[in-house]
């Protein structure tokens, strides 16, 4: 995966304005807000090529927080935000059953990493080769895409989408790094 950039992530103009880190009370308002962390969290993310979030550190480090204005998002508050990424396809709940407190962010849903997956392997034809996660988050053959450093929780979910497409078939490893996948034409 190709490091971050070296400038600095632009945050929106809303950023800096202090009510946007306290829910709103009204639902029409919330509910516009929400959509604008949505699209913040998601930009932030594939800027930093981040994938994992810790909800209790998260609320004291930007995006979520804003030292010059000196405001941070709740927890409770960040919860509801991830829980629209959730539904939008966008992050998952990854900490111990029900407790909500660590997500992955998928700046690229699981299925567009599959797509991309997929047609990597084909044009470099290695459908029907074996290859495992750690080659294909790490491989030379790979180092020039996107997906090259790409979590491999993300990376399992990503092909997992393709297998459940009758596109490639996972087998288990004694780790993720071990485990295989075959890709089909």
């Known amino acids: 995966m190709a490091a971050a950039t070296g400038a600095p992530f632009q945050f929106p103009e809303i950023y800096s304005f ?23 969290v998601v930009a932030f993310h594939r800027h930093h090529r981040r994938s994992s979030l810790a909800l ?8 979520f927080a804003n030292r010059q204005i000196r405001r941070a998002l709740r927890v409770d508050t960040l919860r509801e935000i991830v829980d629209e990424l959730v539904n939008q396809g966008h992050a998952a709940w990854s900490g111990p059953k029900n407790t ?20 990597w392997a084909s044009e470099r034809g290695l459908c029907n080769t074996v290859l495992t996660l750690y080659e294909l988050a790490n491989g030379d053959d790979a180092a020039d895409q996107d997906f090259h450093g790409l979590d491999h929780a993300t990376l399992r979910r990503s092909l997992e989408a393709l297998q459940g ?5 996972l087998f288990v490893g004694s780790s993720d790094e071990d485990m295989g996948v075959k890709f089909f034409p």
């Open 100 to 119: 909500r407190d660590t997500c992955l962010i998928f700046w690229r849903k699981p299925e567009v990493w599959a797509g991309i997956l997929h047609r």
């Open 165 to 169: 497409q009758g596109k490639a078939q």
């Open 56 to 63: 209790a550190e998260a609320v004291a480090e930007p995006p």
């Open 18 to 40: 202090p009510p946007f880190f306290t829910r709103q009370p009204n639902e029409d308002t919330w509910k516009e807000q929400r959509r604008q962390w949505c699209d913040l």
